[in-house]
């Protein structure tokens, strides 16, 4: 059998899938939002509460729908942390602050580039990609706690974003462990 049909069955039987064909209800008939946030139940309420917060994320039908939901969320959210920071950076003139709104050009990269691997079906550097996104505000915290500087919106933007890299690298996870006893 040659890869590219190897590949389509592979893509077939995916779609197949009761975890991808039913995406707000598991088996045990949990939805697939609770089923993602429940993996660690310190974060449970605030994962709930950003993904259900967003339209896209509720409009998911399968597992694929949803972790790509959840990285476009990622970036969206990313995306105005990084022009947050560049405007504190541009009126503030503290190196720490721009050095956070280069970690956060990064973790939009990051993430972008998640998204665009998931959609070609590479689901193991999405996974990894989705992960490392979450290096970005570590690094900018980090930072700031040099340059002992405490900034509660910076740090609550740093904790959003590792939140999300967290999410994504779960939702992009459940889409491994679906495809891999498949391959």
Known sequence: ??????CSLCL????QSPWLTNA??????SDLIGQICNENPEKKIECTNIL?????VLGAKNLLQLSEAILNLAVNKTEKAEDFLKGLANTTDVPAIANCALYYENAVERFMSSLQVLKHQDLE???YLAAIAGDEPSSCETELSAAHIVNHAISAVNHQTSLLSYIAFVATGKLLTVVAPLI
């Open 52 to 56: 259900r917060a967003d339209p896209t």
């Open 12 to 15: 077939f039987l995916i779609a």
């Open 125 to 127: 550097v999405a996974n």
């Open 1 to 6: 059998m040659n890869s590219l049909a190897l």
């Open 24 to 29: 707000t209800v598991f088996g045990d008939g």
